[in-house]
């Protein structure tokens, strides 16, 4: 954060740092920049676990570029040699099989980091001034994440990935106007093939890296605004504040071990939990499986774009339940961040969560018959939510009284 207690603290910190490090740090100043950004960077002294996803996230993502480059270099993109080489990674390759637990059960766990990451700013109102950028950069990295993952997943190309290719490359050829043109952009030729495998091994590889490079921003933005904190209130003094270093390095790691056991005991005891058997039979654009469905994270997008009759339709409200949250900090214009202090918005976001399930239970359903309607009821919900029960509830809900400080709030005034 910056304060005016760090604020334009290199040139002191480069005073302080000895021999080589000072050497370097005269002609670009890194090393200073790191102690003043990473060591003595103060952070509000209450924020609890569900801080830590940040950490996590990054950690993840690391691992992530670590192991795909290794998978990479032993995959083919073809459609006579993807399912061969995928298998050959797990089954010849030596080590292989590990590389490649370690990115599925990646992918899952980051996917759910994510979602945990994005409703913690959701509740304690982390998109408010002055955080509107460093919400919008998270957002980017949630669309772009999404569309990694799903290019990664028509890799192996079993028939989950092909029959789900099938049905958003037909989503998307939906589209008036330009489907025709996007599809085709897509599949490249008249049929999922090598080309459409070429193009998505590609963009698979390219967006890891461009998340990294938003992950950056995302990061820049967080040390200007500062972090927010659980009681959603600007620090007042620095007795309200703590460095990172020791404090909350120790947190992070606490929760990066927690985390790391937790990813463990899914790779090495329950490995195919959250994967689909039926990816683990060669795609066949004769054999349409009984139920295609997408994976466990792609679900309440995928009841959305069911519960909807028309296929445009589905893929606007899929679309639009993303869209909606770019616009939330001017939506909802409450003066007060955290939920813990707005009743009536802490009760709808835990509708919203409900909702949020439901929609996922919809698309494992296929939502038919009375997942159909659920799925509709979850979906007006859940845009209800944003578009109608925030904006008014910010002009018109009773709120609690705030805290006069951080450290008064903790019994330290
Ligand atoms: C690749 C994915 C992402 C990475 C690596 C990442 C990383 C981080 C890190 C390191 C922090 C600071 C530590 C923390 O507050 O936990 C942070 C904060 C934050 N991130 Fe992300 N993030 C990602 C995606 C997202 C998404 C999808 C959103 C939501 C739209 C988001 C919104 C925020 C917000 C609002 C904060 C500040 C929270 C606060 O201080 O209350 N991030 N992120």
Known sequence: MTTPENMGNHSADAAE??????????????VSAFRSE??????????NWLWNFGAILTAVLLLM??????????????????????????????GGWLLRAMHMTGANLFLAALYIHLFRGLYYGSYKAPREILWLTGLLLLVMVMATAFAGYMLPWGQMSYWGADVITKAVGAVPLIG????????????????????????????????????????????????NNPLGIEPKTKKDTLTFHPYYTTKDLVGLIIF????????????????????????DPMHTPADIEP???FLPFYGLLQSVPSKFG????????????????????SPIRSARFRPVCRAGLFGLVIAFVLLALGGKHHAEGVWMLIARLAGLYYFGYFLVLLPLASR?????????????????A
């Open 17 to 30: 740092t000895e021999g080589l490090a000072a050497w370097i740090d005269r002609r670009l100043p890194v």
């Open 260 to 283: 790391a056991l937790i990813f463990s005991l899914l790779m090495f005891f329950w490995p195919n939990l959250l994967a689909e058997p039926s990816n683990y039979t060669p795609a």
């Open 180 to 227: 025709t043109a996007l599809e085709h952009v897509m599949t490249g030729s008249d049929h999922l093939g090598d080309v459409f495998l070429h193009r998505f091994f590609v963009l698979h590889f390219l967006m890891a890296f461009l998340v990294v490079a938003v992950v950056g921003l995302h990061v820049v933005a967080i040390h200007v605004s500062g972090s």
């Open 65 to 94: 570029l670590a192991t795909g480059i290794f998978l990479a270099m032993n995959y083919t993109p073809t459609n006579a040699g993807a399912f061969l080489s995928v298998e050959a990674i797990d089954r010849q390759l030596s």
């Open 396 to 412: 018109r809900e009773k709120t609690r009284p705030l805290p006069a400080s951080i450290s008064a709030a903790q019994g330290d």
């Open 295 to 297: 994976e466990w994270y």
């Open 314 to 333: 589905g893929l606007v409200a899929a679309a639009g339940s993303i869209a909606v949250l770019f616009f939330l900090p001017w939506l909802d214009r």
């Open 38 to 47: 990473y060591v003595d960077f103060r952070l509000p002294r209450n924020l």
